[in-house]
C-alpha cells in the first residue's frame, strides 16, 4: 500500500470507496456476484483477470456509469447508490479514463479539455484555460493545445483524455484497459503518465493486462473472474506467490502470450 493509503488506515480514516456485496447482471448474464472492495485514499489497485470476469463494470459501478441491481457503493462515506445523488456531480470526483478516447474531434486539444469546467463548474474562460495548459505541460502536450485530435498519434489523444478527466479535479481516478487500443510503441508514453499521478498521490483503481505497471504501480493488484474477487493481496504476492488456482491459471496463460 502506498504511504498515503497507510497513514489513512493508520488513522481509521474510512476508505474513500466501499463497494458492498455489489450484484449486476445484463439481461439474464449475471456479471457480478456480490462483490466487496475498499480502496483506501492515495492506494493504487490495480484489476487484473480474464476477459468477462466484471472487471470493467465494476469499474463502471464506482461512478454510476452503471447502476447495481444490489449492494451499496460508498464514496467519501456518502452512499452513491442511494438514488438521491446526481450522477454528474459524482463524476465530478470520480473521473474515467477509457479504452477509446471520446474526445471532440470538432474541437481543438484546449477546448477539449475547458468544455466541462466552463459549462459544469461554471470556470472563467481564462482560469479554465491556464489550468489546462498546466496539465497539458503534465502530460507532456503543452504544444499541441491548439491542435485537433486527429492530428494526434493515439498516445497523445489518451494523454489528452487523462488531461481532460483532471481537469473536474477528481478525488479518484478510474482509468479503464486505457492502453489496450494503443499500437506497442505507443503504450509506454500513457503508462509514465499514469505512474506519475499515481505518484503525486492520487487515488486510482486501473483495470489493465500490463503487469508490468501492475508491479511497479500498484500497491494492490486484484484478480477477478466469473463476476467474482478470486485473490488479492500486494503486487508480488499475487503475481509471484499466487494462492488460488484461477490467478495461477490466469497468470499462466499470459506468460504464454
Do not use: W
Request: charged share 25%.
Amino acid at each position: 500500500m502506498s504511504a498515503t493509503g497507510k497513514l489513512g488506515a493508520s488513522r481509521g480514516e474510512r476508505p474513500i470507496i466501499e463497494m458492498r456485496d455489489i450484484h449486476l447482471s445484463y439481461g439474464g448474464n449475471v456479471v457480478l456476484k456480490g462483490v466487496d472492495l475498499e480502496v483506501q485514499r492515495g492506494e493504487v489497485v490495480v484489476i487484473v483477470g480474464p476477459s468477462g470476469g466484471g472487471k470493467s463494470s465494476l469499474l463502471r459501478c464506482a461512478n454510476l456509469l452503471q447502476r447495481v441491481d444490489a449492494g451499496q457503493i460508498l464514496l467519501e462515506g456518502d452512499d452513491i447508490t442511494s438514488g438521491s445523488f446526481d450522477e454528474n456531480k459524482i463524476r465530478q470526483r470520480v473521473g474515467m479514463v477509457f479504452q477509446h478516447y471520446y474526445l471532440f474531434p470538432h474541437l481543438t486539444v484546449l477546448k477539449n479539455l475547458t468544455l466541462a469546467p466552463r459549462r459544469v463548474l461554471k470556470e472563467p474562460v481564462d482560469q479554465a484555460e491556464s489550468r489546462a495548459l498546466d496539465y497539458l505541460r503534465k502530460v507532456g502536450l503543452a504544444e499541441k493545445a491548439e491542435h485537433y485530435p486527429d492530428q494526434l498519434s493515439g498516445g497523445q489523444q489518451q494523454r489528452v483524455a487523462i488531461a481532460r478527466a483532471l481537469m473536474m479535479q477528481p478525488h479518484v481516478m478510474l482509468f479503464d484497459e486505457t492502453t489496450s487500443a494503443l499500437d506497442p510503441e505507443l503504450v509506454g508514453e500513457v503508462l509514465a503518465v499514469m505512474k506519475d499521478l499515481a505518484k503525486s498521490g492520487m487515488t486510482m483503481l486501473v483495470v489493465t493486462h500490463e503487469m508490468g505497471f501492475a508491479r511497479e504501480v500498484g500497491d494492490r493488484v486484484v484478480l477477478m473472474a466469473g463476476g467474482n474477487i478470486v485473490e488479492q493481496g500486494p503486487p508480488s504476492e499475487v503475481l509471484d506467490h499466487p494462492q488460488h488456482e484461477r490467478t495461477k491459471q490466469f497468470l499462466s496463460r499470459l506468460k504464454k502470450h
